[in-house]
């Protein structure tokens, strides 16, 4: 079946650190990946997405490329700042059965020093 | 105007007992979800409703019932609690297989 799988964490970076956080998948067909972020607290919000193979999908600083040659969807950003501290985690759109459900990655959590 | 609301946001009881979960959806959205996550922040769907029909209802005890009075709430309700079941349930929503809009979660501790 559809899976994902993260970089185990904890990550723990300095701030204005590189930041990548490895995901790839395991699917049929073409599904849409996400990103999303988890901040302490709080629901799951939406930070990235891309819904075919070479697309980019960007933002608040955040990028990842759908390589679907080697299943991946890595994140990255450039300059990693405390406030970035929260679980990630990716996702793909289980299109088996056109239900919608989302499968996601086990999470990674990022934690960022001053 | 939060998106897609839970009540309540936390949920301390005893085992054996039942409590529901309640969440509604302003996004005219069709589809909704139950998600749990455990303490080392899986997540894993329990049941989706598309439109009041149940069109997911993966491997969880019948203890928990879902229920879709409209297409705009989704309610869990959960027989029997057991210690195993501590953890945040998240409501979602979506149109298609777009973008799951979260709830921010409801933290049941069972003791």
């Known amino acids: 079946g559809n899976s994902v799988t993260q970089m185990e964490g904890p990550v723990t970076l300095s701030e204005e650190a590189f930041l990548t956080i490895n995901c790839t998948y395991t699917?049929?067909?073409?599904?849409?990946l996400f990103w999303y972020v988890q901040y302490p607290g709080e629901g799951l919000q939406l930070l990235l997405k891309?819904?075919?193979?070479?697309d980019k999908g960007s933002n608040k600083g955040f990028e990842a490329t759908y390589r679907k040659e080697t299943t991946s969807f890595h994140l990255e950003k450039g300059s990693v700042q405390v406030s970035d501290s929260a679980v990630y985690f990716c996702?793909?759109?289980?299109?088996?059965?056109?239900?919608?459900?989302?499968?996601f990655g086990q999470g990674t959590t990022l934690q960022v020093k001053p | 105007d939060t998106a897609v609301s839970q009540t309540p946001k936390y949920l301390v009881t005893q085992m054996g007992n039942d409590k529901s979960i309640k969440c509604e959806q302003n996004?005219?959205?069709?589809?909704m979800y139950w998600y749990k996550q455990d303490s080392k922040k899986f997540l894993k769907i329990m049941f989706s409703?598309?439109?009041?029909?149940?069109?997911i209802n993966e491997t969880v005890p019948n203890r928990f019932s879902p229920k879709s009075p409209d297409k705009a709430h989704l309610n869990l309700h959960i027989n029997s609690l057991e210690l195993g079941d501590s953890a945040v349930y998240f409501c979602?929503?979506?149109?298609?297989?777009?973008?799951?809009?979260f709830g921010e979660g409801s933290r049941l501790t069972v003791l």
């Open positions: 996702a793909l759109s289980d299109r088996s059965g056109n239900t919608g459900k989302l499968i």
């Open positions: 699917a049929t067909g073409y599904p849409s």
């Open positions: 891309a819904t075919k193979a070479d």
């Open positions: 996004l005219g959205h069709d589809t």
């Open positions: 409703y598309n439109n009041k029909e149940l069109i």
């Open positions: 979602a929503s979506n149109q298609g297989t777009g973008e799951l809009f």
